[in-house]
């Protein structure tokens, strides 16, 4: 996937932890230490104004590739480049706050996120102030109520507490609190995974709003397939650690090809209730302790051999920008073996 | 409707919980019923009521919660009315449970199959290994590979998805009449949730249950019931077979609530959006409940509350649906 312009690229991006068990113990039992590699030498990039979705089942990495990019976390190998500045590479304090302050993270609870003790006027302030962005204390109430008024709530809610508010009005706030700083990329991990539906479409109608109204790019993550389809431009699909598909979203909905890819699909829940005939779906997430050797997917794949289980598969690039990590793919034998799969599940 | 067996009838259900300031109502004059084989749906946002009514069924409402009114009628027999010690024996023989969280529902200090067996042996007269083979049996119908090898192994050695089969395999020891099923794969994974819901599905069927399956997912609804219930505010807003609720829905909320579900292959700038949330339950407003965030919102429903009201194949709390509001509308035009 190359793109021109990036606002965000991230290029070999690891983080892995250690999950030894305490010296002592590890003696007795004679273990070694643990490592447990929650982001897998990642590879993607987003333009400018558009939003790249991550997906994939619990566990897989994707907080922790949000984690990366906002620099919550070091990473172990590769780096993360925004709009052209390598976020390692050596920065003086004063462009390292310059940077940060073009990209805000929003979270899943937007309960938690908040300070319950501080009035959101201050919630909304804070940002204002420790960016330097207005110092005069008319033009930071302008501001705050300009952002309010952003998020469809109005100047007067400054006056409350967070608990005052419900679930949806609260993203709302940290929404409002994101922008204040005027970014221009937001990271948001699962930011309505804890809103009931009709809550969750004010929310993601609001962030396309804004997007086209500010030019905002987003990392956007989540586990809902259907509001990926909804939200996002490019879409990148994890797996263990691994993203084992990238690309234009649009594409990869109609046209999956990691087997991984083709499963989740499978799984959306048929709303429109047309009664499609499905691979079904077997097997269990495993472990990312010990995830399966060569490619992470062959317990569950149905067209892994030998080499799947030895090997890790290489990025493969195919045409429509899709990058693919699986040798079914590479040695173009997978289209094959998906129509055989089908005549073989149709018929029985 | 199908000509088979009611299992549960609920009868103008209502929960409250009394407070410093009054009593609130939790649950407010809900009927249903579930047949033989069926799969009852009960969708709603959170805090409408669906876990409430579940669990004043089974007789397991949390107190100061308590029904103030109502039937339940299990086989034809009231159970709301019994004594705690009676109810937990229907609950034991005749009604199967899983919930959300699996590990609330499973011992974490016996294996798998002592848990199983146990309850085997409290409901049948068997020995010891024939209580194995039932219980390594089960294990295999909700589909655990290799059962002979779980079968003594302790719950935190099960996956999520796994945890939630043996949760169910418990449920199905006794043979029951009824499952209800509280937001069951909620915490699960979506390619582990699709695995799930087939196993209920198919268990409904083959075993003859009826089960009530209560979710906020509208998706798993469509993949699983048969009938649906909307709950809104502690009241059944609309209650129909699967597909008029979903397809064809008679109640502005449920209309809303299908037009602001983002569907994989819909195309759509904006998603249809609701205003507001849903009322807490101090705040329920006069009238119909939904009135501030309705629509097609008129006069009557700020003053009066409308109960269901047959319309085709479904019904819909909602005055749109009663000749007399038609009428009223047109003779003010
Ligand atoms: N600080 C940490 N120390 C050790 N392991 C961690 C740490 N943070 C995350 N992990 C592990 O890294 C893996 C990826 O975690 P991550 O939170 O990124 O997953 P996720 O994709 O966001 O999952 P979910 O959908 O459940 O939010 C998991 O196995 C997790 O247990
Ligand atoms: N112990 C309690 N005291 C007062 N209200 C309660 C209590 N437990 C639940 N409720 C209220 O009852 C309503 C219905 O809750 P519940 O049935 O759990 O909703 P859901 O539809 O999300 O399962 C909610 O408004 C909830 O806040
Ligand atoms: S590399 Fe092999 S096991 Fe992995 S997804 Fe491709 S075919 Fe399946
Ligand atoms: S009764 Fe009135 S307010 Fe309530 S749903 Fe029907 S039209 Fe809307
Ligand atoms: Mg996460
Ligand atoms: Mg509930």
Redesign the interface.
Known sequence: MTIEKPILEVEDLSKYFDVSAPLLRRLVRREGRATLRAVDRVKFSIPKGKTLSLVG??GCGKSTVARLVVGLYEPTTGKVVFDGHDMAAKHSRKEMAGLRRRFQMIFQDPFASLNPRWRVYDIIAEPIRAHGIARDEREISRRVAQNLERVKLSARDGEKFPHEF????RQRISIARALASEPEFLVCDEPTSAL???????I??LM?DLQRELGLSYLFIS?????V??IADYLGVMYLGRLVEVGPAREI?KNPQHPYTR???D???????TGRKRI???G??PSPISPPSGCHFHPRCPFANERCQREAPGVTTLSGEIDVRCHAVEEGRLAGEVEKLRMQSSAA | MSNKKPVLEVRNLRVEFPNRRGNLVAVDDVSFTVNEGEVLGVVGESGAGKSMTGSAVIGLLEPPGRIAGGEVLLDGERIDNLSPEAMRRVRGKRIGMVFQDPLTSLNPLYTVGRQLTETIQTHQNVSDSQARKQAIDLLAEVGIPAPEKRIDQYPHQFSGGMRQRVVIALALCVNPRMIIADEPTTALDVSIQAQIIKLLKRLCEDHGAAVMLITHDMGVIAETADRVAVMYAGRIAEIGPVKDVIKNAKHPYTKGLMGSIPVVGHDLERLSQIEGSMPRLTEIPRGCAFNPRCPEVFDRCRVERPDLIDVGTSRAACWLHDPASAKKTEAAE
């Open positions: 089942e619990s419900s679930g949806g009005q009931d539906v009709s809550v969750q479409a004010q993601l109608n396309k586990h809902d397939l259907a509001v389809y909804h909905f499963m989740l699909l799984a959306i829940p048929d709303l429109e209730m079904p779906v077997g269990e997430v």
